[in-house]
């Protein structure tokens, strides 16, 4: 079931005070019956082949070392080339079937129509990702094998977190079912408190700017520059409160539990670089990447240095820059790729490669031009620009991954020179009027996201919770009664899929 559905607001309430009235002995069997319900909505069928995949990672985890204490590697790397290949046929099977029965008509082959498509199990790319952090980190002997059964289920179906992340490593969450929960009133409060923000970004922001977005981003090539441009701007920020709004409920409904799930978000609007960026923006992935793919593929990769005869390459780049750039463009790469599948997303994953590769590439020669122009002695200019470019690059490649395909990406980014005659620029609105869209939800959405990006600016340096808790009781509970009174008459009037399920 989705958070915004009507049924969680049934269901979730329920869960937690069963939850706590029952003995601490059988609250593992209740989370693992309750998140097993949560998934059951979406299908019966897709549950019963996670319980199939949890118990054959569960075996496999068991076994990895011999009792000699020897890595037994056959079954270590079966059991990663399982994981993988079940995402892979997933994923992909219905992209490598279009282009079978395409060659297949090219050739005069016959093809049968009964093969069906493959419909994506809901949250198999986070499961699958948990999957392989746990496997290869009993390898790396970062954490022992879990015995019991029905915890280690409990962990991989955790219904929070399940269809959309965080990406939780077993080592910090799988000892939270081991722990004694009761209820505490501060966790239930920082909880609800949480779920109502991460509502408010999810029907207030991303559902109310969804509307202008996708009224560009459905038909490419019908706009003029600023209504591209908007849109692009706006896409961002939809993403980014539907995205993170769905962590903050995530996390409050966890803290309500007593769990504490990994922060995904930490203000990335307020990112310095490209790099930097991807510190603060879905925090799980990037450090996954960043421990299982970066980090292991820089390693190896030294083997490039014995290649090159010279300390120096090319005149300018170091070995070590260049199996940076190595690195960076593979981790990127499958970042895209475990996004979607097209050409698109290989893009987004070549992009944001090339932007952080010249940032290290360049990082000297952009300390110089920095220090002659004098940048570097007015900093808030110079965090205001670099806060600015990073804007700029990052909304540049959100265009790839908001369009279905390359052609569309081509024909907004097409749209973005043309149309900036004063009597074009005044057409902008009523195109947005033509697809249906009402004034006072853009503004409730343009309203709801200076908030949002207010909020962002005053947490760099202190969270705004710890603001909210401190401030004097009339103020705090103005907040409440202004978060719970947007939801209620600012939500947009059709509430839409968190865009990352479909990942």
């Known amino acids: 079931m ?32 309750a998140s097993s319900l949560f998934y059951a909505v979406f299908s019966w069928g897709y549950l019963l082949f996670l319980f199939v995949v949890i118990l054959l990672n569960f075996v496999i985890g068991l076994n990895i070392y011999l009792p000699n204490g020897q890595l037994n590697r ?17 994923k992909y099977f219905n992209y490598l079937n279009i282009d079978i029965k395409a060659a297949a008509g090219f050739l005069h082959l016959h093809y049968p129509d009964s093969v069906l498509n493959i419909i994506f199990p809901i949250g198999l790319s986070y499961f699958v990702f948990t999957s392989l952090s746990y496997l290869i980190d009993i390898k790396r002997e970062v954490i022992k094998p879990e015995s019991h059964i029905g915890i280690f289920a409990s962990y991989f179906l955790f219904f929070p977190k399940i269809i959309q992340g965080p990406i939780e490593r077993a080592g910090r969450l799988m000892p939270q079912f081991h722990e004694t929960h009761i209820p505490e009133a501060a966790g239930i409060k920082d909880g609800l408190i949480l779920m109502a923000w991460g509502f408010f970004k999810k029907l207030v922001i991303a559902d109310n700017l969804a509307i202008p977005v996708n009224a560009v981003f459905s038909d490419p090539g019908h706009a003029n520059g600023p209504t591209s441009i908007v849109a692009i701007i706006l896409f961002g920020i939809q993403l980014y409160a539907d995205f993170s709004g769905y962590t903050d409920i995530a996390l409050g409904s966890a803290r309500i539990l007593g769990f504490d799930l990994t922060q995904n978000f930490r203000r990335p609007f307020l990112s310095k670089s490209v790099r930097d960026f991807w510190t603060r923006w879905h925090i799980s992935l990037s450090s996954w990447c960043s421990d299982y793919v970066f980090l292991p593929v820089l390693t190896y990769s030294y083997s490039l240095k014995k290649m090159l005869k010279k300390t120096k390459y090319l005149k300018s780049l170091s070995a070590e820059k260049i199996m940076y750039v190595v690195a960076a463009f593979v981790t990127f790469l499958i970042i895209g790729v475990w996004h979607g599948v097209g050409w698109n997303y290989i893009v987004v994953g070549l992009l944001f490669g090339f932007y952080v590769s010249f940032d290290i590439v360049t990082r000297d020669i952009r300390k110089k031009i920095n220090t002659g122009t004098g940048l570097l002695k007015s900093p808030q200019v110079f965090t205001a620009i670099q806060i600015f470019t990073t804007f700029l690059l990052v909304n540049f490649v959100w265009i790839f991954f908001r369009t279905a395909n390359l052609t569309n990406a081509g024909l907004l980014i097409r749209d973005l020179f043309h149309g900036w005659s004063y009597g074009e620029i005044h057409g902008h609105y009523m195109f947005y ?3 249906g869209l009402n004034g006072a939800q853009l503004i409730a959405g343009i309203a709801a996201t200076v908030i949002l990006i207010f909020w962002d600016a005053m947490s760099e340096k202190k969270d705004m919770f710890e603001r909210i808790y401190q401030s004097p009781v009339y ?18 009037p059709e509430s839409r899929q968190f865009i990352y399920l479909q990942f």
């Open 2 to 33: 989705f958070f915004t559905s009507f049924n969680f607001f049934l269901f979730f309430p329920c869960v937690v005070i069963l939850y706590y009235l029952i003995p601490h002995r059988f609250q593992w069997l209740f989370l693992l019956i």
């Open 475 to 492: 103020l705090r509970w103005a907040f409440y009664y202004f978060i719970t009174i947007s939801i209620i008459l600012f939500s947009a």
């Open 433 to 435: 009027s033509r697809m």
């Open 74 to 90: 056959p079954v270590y790397l079966s059991g990663i080339l399982i994981n993988i290949l079940i995402l892979c046929f997933y």
